[in-house]
């Protein structure tokens, strides 16, 4: 048996306190002597038997101390502590300790023995033990869809059982659903803080779990950015953007060209009056898409003296950065 002892004794006076009161209460007047003098009170007066009992707690928890008394109706008395069999000097007639491994269950034993007559009484008590909660998680979806309803569950190590409630956010602790609670985030939510906790069904301990939850966003506000105006035989950049959790892969691209990423560098070497560039954004978690056009003008001085070449194919070289693969 693995549990450890900690030293803590009460004096006897108060034993024979208990004893006058019990007297009181019984209706007995105490007999004077022929001097007058009230005669001292002991064990053979009575002619009974002693008698003793363990109070405290009808458990103990693993790894939480642990204290155990026993009382007895002698004036002076020797009291023996044991715990499973296992005596305990030096302890009076309190029994400290702490538990440190879990068994089925403790017995505790007390025998007192009269210091005037040699009379001896015996008591036990059975304790159950409970460990826990302890190793309190919560397991369920990395990511939440709004709008979506998910399941989460809170797992944790108890003796003999554990009851749970939940916590989200600023909410009210909700109990009577077990172990499992369901969520559905709403559109404005970016997280969602979901709080397990455990309690021991007997001592009513408990320990708390946390676990913030991401919830899927967009892709939202999709812009390209780069110039308005171009100049023909410069090289450009455009960027696409979008806020998106998790991240989302882009689809750029200008005129029939297309090309995977968000962003292009080019250059037009024959003039038009404008460009169109166009990227779409997709969530990879949800799948959702969301598109964004960009009308680029071009900049050319010779442009109105050379009219018919404004429907002339474009060249364009692109070069793809942070591309993302579909």
């Known amino acids: 048996m693995d549990y450890t002892y900690r030293s803590k004794q009460h004096g006897g006076h108060s034993n024979l306190?208990?004893?006058?009161?019990?007297?009181?209460?019984?209706?007995?007047?105490?007999?004077?002597?022929?001097?007058?003098?009230?005669?001292?009170?002991?064990?053979?007066d009575n002619g009974e038997n002693?008698?003793?009992?363990?109070?405290?707690?009808?458990?103990?928890t693993v790894g939480v101390p642990s204290t155990v008394e026993c009382y007895a109706d002698c004036t002076e008395c020797t009291y023996s502590m044991s715990l499973d069999g296992h005596s305990a000097q030096g302890q009076g007639n309190v029994l400290a300790f702490t538990l440190n491994s879990w068994v089925e269950a403790l017995t505790a034993a007390c025998t007192v023995t009269s210091d005037q007559k040699g009379q001896t009484a015996t008591a036990t008590k059975k304790l159950q033990v409970l460990a826990g909660p302890a190793n309190v998680s919560i397991?369920?979806?990395?990511?939440?869809?709004?709008?979506?309803?998910?399941?989460?569950?809170?797992?944790?190590?108890?003796?003999?059982?554990?009851?749970?409630?939940?916590?989200?956010?600023?909410?009210?602790?909700?109990?009577?659903?077990?172990?499992?609670?369901?969520?559905?985030?709403?559109?404005?939510?970016?997280?969602?803080?979901?709080?397990?906790?455990?309690?021991?069904?007997?001592?009513?301990?408990?320990?708390?779990?946390?676990?913030?939850?991401?919830?899927?966003?967009?892709?939202?506000?999709?812009?390209?950015?780069?110039?308005?105006?171009?100049?023909l035989a410069e090289k450009y950049k455009f960027v696409c953007t979008a806020k998106c959790l998790?991240?989302?892969?882009?689809?750029?691209?200008?005129?029939?060209?297309?090309?995977?990423?968000?962003?292009?560098?080019?250059t037009m070497d024959q003039p038009s009056k404008s460009v169109t560039l166009k990227c779409e954004a997709q969530n990879t978690a949800s799948r959702r898409t969301a598109t964004a056009l960009k009308t680029v003008q071009i900049k050319d001085h010779n442009l109105s003296t050379r009219p018919t070449e404004t429907s002339a194919v474009l060249l364009l070289a692109f070069i793809i950065s942070a591309a993302f693969t579909l």
């Not at 306190?17 to 064990?43: C, I, M």
């Not at 002693?50 to 103990?60: A, K, R």
């Not at 998790?246 to 080019?266: D, F, L």
Request: charge should be negative; hydrophobic fraction near 35%; include cysteine.
């Open 17 to 44: 306190s208990r004893l006058l009161l019990l007297l009181f209460l019984a209706g007995l007047q105490p007999v004077l002597s022929t001097d007058g003098e009230k005669p001292e009170l002991d064990d053979e």
């Open 139 to 231: 397991t369920g979806p990395d990511l939440m869809n709004p709008s979506v309803s998910h399941t989460y569950s809170c797992h944790a190590y108890c003796r003999p059982s554990c009851t749970y409630a939940w916590k989200t956010d600023e909410g009210p602790w909700i109990g009577g659903q077990g172990n499992v609670i369901s969520i559905t985030p709403q559109e404005m939510d970016d997280s969602k803080i979901l709080i397990c906790k455990a309690s021991n069904s007997v001592s009513g301990m408990f320990v708390a779990a946390t676990r913030n939850v991401a919830v899927m966003l967009g892709p939202s506000e999709i812009q390209i950015k780069g110039p308005d105006v171009i100049e």
């Open 246 to 266: 998790p991240s989302c892969r882009y689809v750029s691209s200008v005129g029939s060209q297309t090309v995977r990423g968000n962003t292009i560098e080019m």
């Open 50 to 60: 002693i008698n003793c009992t363990i109070v405290g707690l009808d458990y103990v």
